[in-house]
């Protein structure tokens, strides 16, 4: 099993719609983690942090489930601005190793 | 802040040559990284560095050297180009890279290699 593995998408999710998707890893051990946005061909930048208690930064919703090995973003009221590459990263306790998953597509429809 | 910074920003290779990527970040970061990433695919860690005068290997060294002489620099040397090596590489630093918030990884914008 992958460290942290994500469903690739694409989601097509209508303006205006509400879009989940989760991220599993595979170390029980693991730290932290946290969701990284990419847009098409530009670098990775930081979305949020991920933590136990889960947390919302306006219309997004990360959340922690370490009895399931998961964490979720939830995106409310899609924007077409929201369409980009999410990257599910979890920081390892062992080593500090940082484990990038590969990312979920995500395109808003007008 | 500049933040990080890569040059250059695109560069085609003929096989077997080699080249230098040069990354420099100003913010003062311990730790510091070199991904790559083929299309459609996550990022895979190169080598990542500590601090300076410690590098150590990542998921998919072969086929490059790092070095990391001074806490701002981080270039990622490839010797011998091959088409398998065609890919976009990203740099990467963070401070100090272990618990809490502070684990966000600032990334420069990336070079884009071709090996023909």
């Known amino acids: 099993r992958k460290e942290v593995e994500q469903d690739p998408g694409p989601f097509n999710v209508p303006e205006g719609a509400t879009v989940a998707f989760n991220c599993t890893y595979s170390?029980?051990?693991?730290?932290?983690f946290f969701w990284y946005r990419q847009d098409c061909r530009k670098e990775p930048k930081l979305l949020m942090s991920?933590?136990?208690s889960g947390n919302e930064d306006g219309r997004f919703t990360a959340q922690l489930n370490r009895a399931s090995q998961y964490i979720s973003l939830l995106i409310r009221d899609s924007k077409l601005s929201d369409s980009a590459t999410y990257l599910c990263?979890?920081?390892?306790?062992?080593?500090?190793?940082?484990?990038f998953g590969k990312g979920t597509r995500l395109h808003i429809l007008p | 802040n500049a933040g990080v910074t890569q040059t250059p920003k695109f560069r085609i290779l003929k096989i077997g040559q080699s080249m230098t990527l040069q990354c420099t970040q100003d913010?003062?970061?311990?730790?510091m990284y070199w991904y790559r990433q083929d299309p459609g695919m996550g990022l895979k860690l190169i080598y990542y560095?500590?601090?300076?005068?410690?590098?150590d290997k990542g998921e998919v060294p072969n086929g490059y050297n790092v070095s990391r002489s001074t806490t701002e620099d981080f270039p990622l040397r490839l010797e011998l180009a091959a088409p398998s090596q065609t890919s976009v590489y990203f740099c990467?630093?963070?401070?100090?890279?272990?618990?809490?918030?502070?684990?966000?990884?600032?990334f420069g914008p990336g070079t884009r290699l071709t090996v023909l």
């Open positions: 560095s500590v601090g300076a005068g410690i590098t």
């Open positions: 991920v933590y136990s």
């Open positions: 990467a630093s963070s401070y100090p890279g272990t618990s809490g918030g502070d684990n966000e990884q600032f």
């Open positions: 913010m003062n970061h311990n730790y």
């Open positions: 990263v979890g920081l390892m306790n062992r080593d500090d190793k940082i484990i």
């Open positions: 170390n029980s051990a693991s730290q932290s």
